[in-house]
């Protein structure tokens, strides 16, 4: 029992069972191809036990593996653009791994194509907001900005999705 004044006891595992797939969905969301998506999810948790075990928990567990996620995705982004021969760009299309019914494909895509046309930005906060469920003040931290921010971006980013998707559907 922690003393008055004093914040509770946290165990490592309490934290990482519902963060990693929170965190695995939004580097799903971020990332070009499924491999980055897993790799920069899984250095994210390793970075979380490696920091925890060395120097205990830090002040927000969550934002801390967001930040190194984030960071891990943008460098294999850049690593792969800078590696990547231009006759396998079509490649690569093709088999981005994701499979299912042609609907739910059809969707995927438009949402996809949607998102992208968002400034970095305003997709990666409504990304760590909508897919990877972090509150505002979290998303605001990893983002490095203030928490009203955060919710305009996220707030500006709905709305230009909803009217890309809904302008799909009727023309």
Request: charged residues 30%; proline residues 6%; hydrophobic residues 40%.
């Given at each position: 029992m922690?003393?008055?004044?004093?914040?509770?006891?946290?165990?490592?595992?309490?934290?990482?069972?519902p963060l990693a797939p929170?965190?695995?969905?939004?580097?799903?969301?971020?990332?070009?191809?499924?491999?980055?998506?897993e790799e920069a999810a899984q250095d994210a948790l390793v970075a979380l036990v490696q920091r925890w075990r060395r120097h205990g928990p830090p002040e927000n567990p969550d934002a801390f593996a967001f930040v190194v996620a984030r960071r891990r995705l943008r460098r294999a982004a850049v690593r792969?653009?800078?590696?990547?021969?231009?006759?396998t760009d079509r490649d690569e299309e093709a088999s981005s791994g994701f499979a299912?019914?042609?609907?739910?494909?059809?969707?995927?895509?438009?949402?996809?194509?949607?998102?992208?046309?968002?400034?970095?930005?305003?997709?990666?906060?409504l990304l760590l907001v909508a897919v990877a469920e972090l509150p505002t003040a979290e998303a605001a931290r990893v983002m490095n900005l203030s928490v009203s921010a955060v919710k305009m971006r996220v707030h500006r980013a709905r709305q230009r999705l909803r009217h890309m998707l809904d302008g799909d559907r009727d023309g």
């Open positions: 922690s003393r008055p004044g004093t914040l509770p006891v946290v165990d490592l595992e309490s934290v990482l069972e929170r965190l695995l969905a939004y580097c799903l969301a971020c990332a070009d191809r499924r491999q980055d998506a792969r653009w800078l590696l990547r021969p231009l006759a299912g019914p042609v609907e739910a494909r059809i969707e995927l895509e438009r949402t996809l194509r949607a998102l992208a046309t968002l400034s970095a930005g305003d997709r990666q906060t």
